[in-house]
Protein backbone atom coordinates (compact mmCIF):
# COMPACT_ATOMS: atom_id res chain seq x y z
CA UNK A 1 0.00 0.00 0.00
CA UNK A 2 1.72 3.29 -0.98
CA UNK A 3 1.94 6.26 1.49
CA UNK A 4 1.79 8.75 -0.77
CA UNK A 5 -1.61 11.51 0.12
CA UNK A 6 -4.85 10.64 -1.71
CA UNK A 7 -5.63 13.50 -4.36
CA UNK A 8 -8.15 14.86 -2.84
CA UNK A 9 -5.70 16.18 -0.07
CA UNK A 10 -3.73 18.17 -2.11
CA UNK A 11 -5.99 19.57 -4.58
CA UNK A 12 -5.44 22.81 -2.80
CA UNK A 13 -1.95 23.03 -3.69
CA UNK A 14 -2.26 21.97 -6.71
CA UNK A 15 -4.78 24.86 -7.39
CA UNK A 16 -3.06 27.49 -6.18
CA UNK A 17 0.13 26.30 -7.49
CA UNK A 18 -1.50 26.37 -10.78
CA UNK A 19 -2.06 29.98 -10.85
CA UNK A 20 0.83 30.99 -9.42
CA UNK A 21 2.46 28.29 -11.96
CA UNK A 22 0.68 30.53 -14.80
CA UNK A 23 1.24 33.83 -13.59
CA UNK A 24 5.09 33.26 -13.73
CA UNK A 25 4.76 31.25 -16.80
CA UNK A 26 3.61 34.76 -18.31
CA UNK A 27 6.50 36.46 -16.91
CA UNK A 28 9.18 33.91 -18.37
CA UNK A 29 6.93 34.52 -21.82
CA UNK A 30 7.62 38.38 -21.82
CA UNK A 31 11.34 38.08 -20.69
CA UNK A 32 11.70 35.44 -23.71
CA UNK A 33 10.17 37.69 -25.92
CA UNK A 34 12.25 40.86 -25.08
CA UNK A 35 15.52 38.61 -25.33
CA UNK A 36 15.05 37.31 -28.96
CA UNK A 37 13.26 41.30 -29.84
CA UNK A 38 16.55 42.92 -28.07
CA UNK A 39 19.03 40.69 -29.14
CA UNK A 40 18.48 39.71 -32.59
CA UNK A 41 22.24 38.74 -33.06
CA UNK A 42 22.45 36.06 -31.07
CA UNK A 43 23.16 32.87 -32.86
CA UNK A 44 19.69 30.30 -33.70
CA UNK A 45 22.10 27.71 -32.42
CA UNK A 46 21.65 29.56 -28.76
CA UNK A 47 18.24 30.70 -28.85
CA UNK A 48 16.96 27.38 -29.94
CA UNK A 49 19.15 25.79 -26.86
CA UNK A 50 17.80 28.11 -24.25
CA UNK A 51 14.09 27.13 -25.60
CA UNK A 52 14.50 23.42 -25.83
CA UNK A 53 15.61 23.19 -22.24
CA UNK A 54 12.88 24.88 -20.91
CA UNK A 55 10.33 23.52 -22.58
CA UNK A 56 11.83 19.84 -21.74
CA UNK A 57 12.01 21.12 -18.15
CA UNK A 58 8.50 22.01 -18.46
CA UNK A 59 7.19 18.57 -19.76
CA UNK A 60 9.35 16.46 -17.20
CA UNK A 61 8.11 18.17 -14.36
CA UNK A 62 4.08 18.95 -15.44
CA UNK A 63 3.46 15.51 -17.46
CA UNK A 64 6.37 12.84 -17.00
CA UNK A 65 6.71 13.09 -13.71
CA UNK A 66 3.12 13.50 -13.03
CA UNK A 67 2.58 9.75 -14.85
CA UNK A 68 4.24 8.63 -11.74
CA UNK A 69 1.74 9.25 -9.23
CA UNK A 70 1.70 7.11 -6.03
CA UNK A 71 5.65 6.80 -6.40
CA UNK A 72 7.39 9.67 -4.16
CA UNK A 73 10.57 8.59 -4.97
CA UNK A 74 10.42 9.05 -8.54
CA UNK A 75 8.30 12.10 -8.02
CA UNK A 76 10.36 13.80 -5.33
CA UNK A 77 13.10 13.60 -7.96
CA UNK A 78 14.41 16.68 -9.77
CA UNK A 79 14.57 15.96 -13.39
CA UNK A 80 17.99 16.60 -15.15
CA UNK A 81 16.84 19.88 -16.43
CA UNK A 82 16.02 21.89 -13.78
CA UNK A 83 19.76 20.62 -11.94
CA UNK A 84 21.00 22.14 -14.95
CA UNK A 85 19.28 24.89 -15.05
CA UNK A 86 20.41 25.72 -11.59
CA UNK A 87 23.86 25.29 -12.17
CA UNK A 88 24.43 27.32 -15.14
CA UNK A 89 22.30 30.26 -13.59
CA UNK A 90 24.61 29.59 -10.15
CA UNK A 91 27.25 30.77 -12.90
CA UNK A 92 25.77 33.37 -14.43
CA UNK A 93 25.04 35.35 -10.88
CA UNK A 94 28.74 34.76 -10.51
CA UNK A 95 29.54 36.72 -13.39
CA UNK A 96 26.83 39.36 -13.10
CA UNK A 97 27.37 40.10 -9.98
CA UNK A 98 31.36 40.48 -10.83
CA UNK A 99 30.48 42.96 -13.64
CA UNK A 100 28.53 44.89 -11.72
CA UNK A 101 30.87 44.60 -8.40
CA UNK A 102 33.75 46.17 -11.30
CA UNK A 103 31.63 48.86 -12.86
CA UNK A 104 31.32 50.19 -8.87
CA UNK A 105 34.77 50.28 -9.21
CA UNK A 106 35.32 51.97 -11.85
CA UNK A 107 32.45 54.76 -11.19
CA UNK A 108 34.61 54.96 -7.23
CA UNK A 109 37.97 54.54 -8.31
CA UNK A 110 38.52 52.16 -5.69
CA UNK A 111 38.87 47.98 -4.84
CA UNK A 112 37.05 47.60 -1.53
CA UNK A 113 33.99 47.66 -2.33
CA UNK A 114 34.39 45.42 -5.33
CA UNK A 115 36.96 42.40 -3.23
CA UNK A 116 33.82 42.27 -0.81
CA UNK A 117 30.89 42.24 -3.40
CA UNK A 118 33.34 39.59 -5.51
CA UNK A 119 34.00 37.46 -2.35
CA UNK A 120 30.88 37.23 -1.04
CA UNK A 121 29.58 36.17 -4.51
CA UNK A 122 32.05 33.50 -4.56
CA UNK A 123 30.96 32.27 -1.46
CA UNK A 124 27.44 32.43 -2.81
CA UNK A 125 28.58 30.15 -5.69
CA UNK A 126 29.90 27.88 -3.18
CA UNK A 127 26.73 27.46 -1.57
CA UNK A 128 24.78 27.14 -4.95
CA UNK A 129 27.45 24.08 -5.82
CA UNK A 130 26.90 22.87 -2.79
CA UNK A 131 22.91 22.47 -3.37
CA UNK A 132 23.91 21.47 -7.15
CA UNK A 133 25.87 18.35 -5.71
CA UNK A 134 23.88 17.53 -3.11
CA UNK A 135 20.88 17.43 -5.86
CA UNK A 136 23.22 15.31 -8.28
CA UNK A 137 23.90 12.68 -5.06
CA UNK A 138 20.63 11.99 -3.37
CA UNK A 139 18.51 12.81 -6.74
CA UNK A 140 15.71 14.04 -4.34
CA UNK A 141 14.31 17.75 -3.52
CA UNK A 142 13.52 17.34 -0.16
CA UNK A 143 17.47 17.37 0.21
CA UNK A 144 17.17 20.86 0.27
CA UNK A 145 14.77 21.43 3.17
CA UNK A 146 17.28 19.40 5.61
CA UNK A 147 21.09 19.89 6.75
CA UNK A 148 23.29 20.52 5.20
CA UNK A 149 20.44 21.53 2.20
CA UNK A 150 18.49 23.63 3.88
CA UNK A 151 21.65 25.45 5.40
CA UNK A 152 23.20 25.85 2.15
CA UNK A 153 20.27 27.15 0.32
CA UNK A 154 19.60 29.96 3.02
CA UNK A 155 23.34 30.91 3.07
CA UNK A 156 23.15 31.52 -0.69
CA UNK A 157 19.88 33.77 -0.92
CA UNK A 158 21.11 35.75 2.05
CA UNK A 159 24.42 36.16 0.04
CA UNK A 160 22.93 37.26 -2.92
CA UNK A 161 20.45 39.67 -1.21
CA UNK A 162 23.83 40.84 0.72
CA UNK A 163 25.49 41.40 -2.62
CA UNK A 164 22.74 43.23 -4.54
CA UNK A 165 21.91 45.96 -1.89
CA UNK A 166 25.58 46.21 -1.64
CA UNK A 167 26.65 46.51 -5.19
CA UNK A 168 23.10 48.81 -5.68
CA UNK A 169 23.80 51.14 -2.83
CA UNK A 170 27.41 51.77 -3.92
CA UNK A 171 26.50 52.61 -7.15
CA UNK A 172 23.45 54.94 -6.02
CA UNK A 173 25.86 56.61 -3.86
CA UNK A 174 28.86 57.57 -6.35
CA UNK A 175 26.38 58.21 -8.81
CA UNK A 176 24.68 60.92 -6.38
CA UNK A 177 27.87 62.45 -6.13
CA UNK A 178 28.62 63.18 -10.06
CA UNK A 179 24.96 65.06 -9.70
CA UNK A 180 27.18 68.50 -8.74
CA UNK A 181 28.22 69.35 -11.73
CA UNK A 182 26.28 72.08 -13.78
CA UNK A 183 25.03 70.51 -16.95
CA UNK A 184 21.36 69.64 -16.73
CA UNK A 185 21.51 66.87 -19.92
CA UNK A 186 24.31 64.76 -17.00
CA UNK A 187 22.16 64.99 -14.58
CA UNK A 188 18.70 63.49 -15.88
CA UNK A 189 21.39 61.00 -17.32
CA UNK A 190 22.66 60.29 -13.62
CA UNK A 191 19.21 60.02 -12.73
CA UNK A 192 18.29 57.65 -14.83
CA UNK A 193 21.55 55.07 -14.13
CA UNK A 194 20.27 55.22 -10.25
CA UNK A 195 17.30 53.90 -11.58
CA UNK A 196 18.07 51.46 -13.99
CA UNK A 197 21.04 50.27 -10.87
CA UNK A 198 17.77 49.51 -8.52
CA UNK A 199 15.67 48.36 -10.99
CA UNK A 200 18.58 46.08 -12.58
CA UNK A 201 19.63 44.76 -8.98
CA UNK A 202 16.16 44.25 -7.73
CA UNK A 203 14.75 42.10 -10.84
CA UNK A 204 18.34 39.73 -10.92
CA UNK A 205 17.66 39.18 -6.74
CA UNK A 206 13.91 38.16 -7.38
CA UNK A 207 15.18 35.87 -10.36
CA UNK A 208 17.35 34.48 -7.92
CA UNK A 209 14.76 33.35 -5.34
CA UNK A 210 12.08 31.77 -8.11
CA UNK A 211 15.26 29.66 -8.95
Not at 29 to 39: A, D, G, M, V, W
Not at 41 to 52: H, I, N, P, Q, W
Not at 112 to 119: D, G, N
Request: hydrophobic share 50%; proline share 3%; aromatic share 10%.
Amino acid sequence: MSSFPAPNATLGATEIGSVVGAFLFGIVTLQTYNYYRKFPGDSALLKTTVALAAGIGAYDISVARLTLYGEPQYIASPPLSEVMTILFATLLYLIVQTFFANRVRILSGHWLTMVIASCLSLLRFIANMGSVGLLFHYRRVTILHEWPGQWLVTTALALGLAVDILITASMCYYLQRLRSCDSKRLQNMIESLILWSIGEESAHHAHGIRS
